[in-house]
């Protein structure tokens, strides 16, 4: 066989010089970056379809996406800190990946987290200082809305919700990505001209007619291929085709799978624990431990209140008020419908002497926003809270040899009971912002968890039943130095004692960021081009 795939990589007409395997979003980033030099042929694989259906593009399409348009309807495993509960695992099976389904949330975090990836996880070139240029890099690309709101207009509770951080002594905070995290305010958002402005939008259209770049959608990546130490091309299934393609790269294999998705496609190639992998029936290829561990999400609390009147978007279930709401973005390009939903909120702090705020609000407009939230007779309001930087480290692993099979997925939430007390403190925060009098006129009262539950048992009973993930899994392939077991890529993003191949994209981050987790991924991709295209030594 191997020799075979030596024929046809002299030989096919089919050879690339770089593979991408998966056009989330750093893969998108990716093949632009790459197909820029016209000598050089790019194939972008994706798994899932087009972006085409309006969803994808209308800014409140968002809350659609959480139940599963355009995702590969995973779950975790039974999560042993939160009474066994099986949490909801949306991952995007799109082009495009979480940039086409996502909130459209854009923070970059704090200095401090990617100051920490270096002196913490030795993954040295990847500082605040040399991350930013990456950052800088990526806005000019992409064209974000004005910091003040979003298109769809800001509602009055919005204001009062600002007001009742300052009765805390939280301030507003005009810009989460200036001089300062804390305080709330307007998130800015990845939209351009009312609508979503994903990574395919943003990186990926404009360059449609390249011809040296070859966008397969509905293809799945089984393996990547590796003779002699080198990966030499990844084994293709298309949908609807009964046998796979074995399709050449001649410089890079280049894994963009996601958090999810890269340790897996690692680990059904053969690359991986070779312990787990002998346990499932894969031939091990390469023994690397750290591939799908040190898995680290955001888990989110909420609460909810009943509003007053129509304070929300929820007032837009009607029917006649939803075909208004239509008819209102065709012509004005406002209202509810070029809302993410989730354009304000904040950060603040659950310890007082901890380095940046370690709590992240999101003010939902509405009440049944996220999959799994009962709707309310009447409108409602929902402010959610998550702990920032959690200690509990969980894992990706494979459930069989078969690439069909969906993963384990185990964050292992609250492994660390560190990570459960400061939660339950954001959580109380966020309820005692919503209890704040200037959000009087707004509120009725609170409706999760409700003003019976108290005591952290009870509230740790609530999160038990209610707990979701924020979507933010990162660091199954993580940056490290090569003598570490918890390594998976180099600084370089190079796979450990593999040629030919690099992992590059939310996986590969070491810590996860004081933030949402998209923003720093199209910054790995943007470093990883550099990388790659060796503009950086
Ligand atoms: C519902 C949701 C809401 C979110 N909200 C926000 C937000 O508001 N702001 C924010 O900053 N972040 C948000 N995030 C997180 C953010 O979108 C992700 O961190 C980011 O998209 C990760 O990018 P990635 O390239 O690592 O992976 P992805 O974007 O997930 O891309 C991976 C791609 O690879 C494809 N793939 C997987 N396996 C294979 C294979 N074997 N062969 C071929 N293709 C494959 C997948 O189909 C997918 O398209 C959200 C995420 C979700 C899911």
């Given at each position: 066989m191997p020799v075979f795939f030596l024929i046809y990589c002299d030989m096919a007409e089919s050879a690339y010089d770089y593979i991408i395997t998966g056009g989330g979003t750093a893969g998108c980033v990716l093949a632009n970056r790459l197909s820029a030099d016209p000598s050089v042929k790019v194939l972008l694989l994706e798994a899932g379809g087009s972006d085409r259906h309006p969803y994808f593009h209308l800014p409140a399409g968002f809350a659609k996406m959480t139940k599963g348009i355009g995702s590969w309807g995973w779950s975790t495993v039974a999560q042993r800190h939160l009474k066994n509960r099986v949490l909801r695992y949306t991952q995007a099976k799109v082009i495009g990946g979480g940039s086409s389904i996502n909130a459209q949330i854009y923070t970059r975090g704090v200095p401090a987290d990617y100051d920490a990836w270096v002196r913490d996880a030795g993954a040295h070139g990847w500082s605040y200082r040399e991350v930013l240029p990456y950052f800088k890099r990526a806005e000019n690309n992409e064209r974000y809305a004005n910091e003040y709101h979003g298109y769809g207009g800001p509602l009055p509770i919005c204001e009062a919700f600002f007001q009742a951080g300052q009765e805390l002594g939280i301030p507003f905070n005009p810009?989460?990505?200036?001089?300062?995290?804390?305080g709330l305010g307007y998130y800015q958002l990845t939209q351009s001209n009312a609508r979503r402005s994903s990574t395919s939008a943003a990186y990926l259209h404009p360059i449609r007619d390249r011809r040296n770049l070859t966008v397969r959608l509905?293809?799945?990546?089984?393996r990547v291929v590796v003779e002699n130490g080198r990966a030499t091309g990844v084994e293709v299934a298309r949908a609807g085709s009964a046998s796979p393609q074995f399709v050449c790269a001649g410089r890079e294999v280049i894994v963009t799978s996601g958090a999810m998705g890269s340790p897996k496609l690692l680990m059904q190639s053969g690359i991986g624990p070779a312990g787990h992998l002998g346990s499932v029936g894969v031939k091990v290829v390469h023994d690397l431990p750290g591939v799908g561990g040190n898995l680290q999400d955001h888990l989110d609390l909420f609460v909810i209140a009943e509003c007053?009147?129509?304070?929300?978007?929820?007032?837009?279930?009607h029917v006649h008020r939803a075909a208004w709401a239509g008819l209102q973005y065709l012509l004005w390009k406002k209202g509810p419908v070029a809302s993410s939903l989730f354009e304000t909120g904040g950060f603040w702090y659950?310890?007082?002497?901890?380095?940046?705020?370690?709590i992240q609000f999101h003010l939902g407009l509405g009440s049944g926003i996220e999959a799994g939230v009962a709707k309310m007779k009447h409108t409602g309001v929902t402010l959610n809270s998550a702990y920032l930087r959690p200690r509990s480290r969980g894992s990706v692993r494979l459930a069989?040899?078969?690439?069909?099979a969906a993963p384990l997925i185990?964050?292992?939430?609250?492994?660390?009971?560190r990570d459960r007390d400061l939660a339950i403190e954001g959580l109380r925060m966020a309820r005692e912002i919503l209890r704040q009098p200037a959000l009087k006129r707004f509120v009725l009262a609170e409706r999760l968890p409700g003003d019976a539950m108290n005591t952290d048992a009870e509230l740790f009973d609530f999160a038990c039943a209610h707990a979701k993930t924020d979507h933010h899994p990162v660091g199954t392939c993580r940056i490290g130095p090569p003598g570490d077991m918890t390594s998976v890529v180099t600084p370089e993003l190079r796979v450990i004692g593999l040629e030919g191949l690099r992992v590059a994209d939310a996986s590969v981050m070491p810590f996860i960021p004081s933030c949402n987790t998209n923003a720093p991924t199209i910054m790995v991709a943007e470093k990883a081009a550099d990388l790659i295209l060796g503009r950086l030594a």
């Open positions: 810009d989460f990505n200036g001089a300062h995290q804390e509905g293809t799945q990546t089984l007053t009147g129509d304070h929300t978007y929820d007032r837009y279930n659950a310890q007082k002497d901890t380095r940046s705020p370690d069989s040899a078969d690439p069909a185990d964050p292992d939430y609250w492994a660390e009971p």
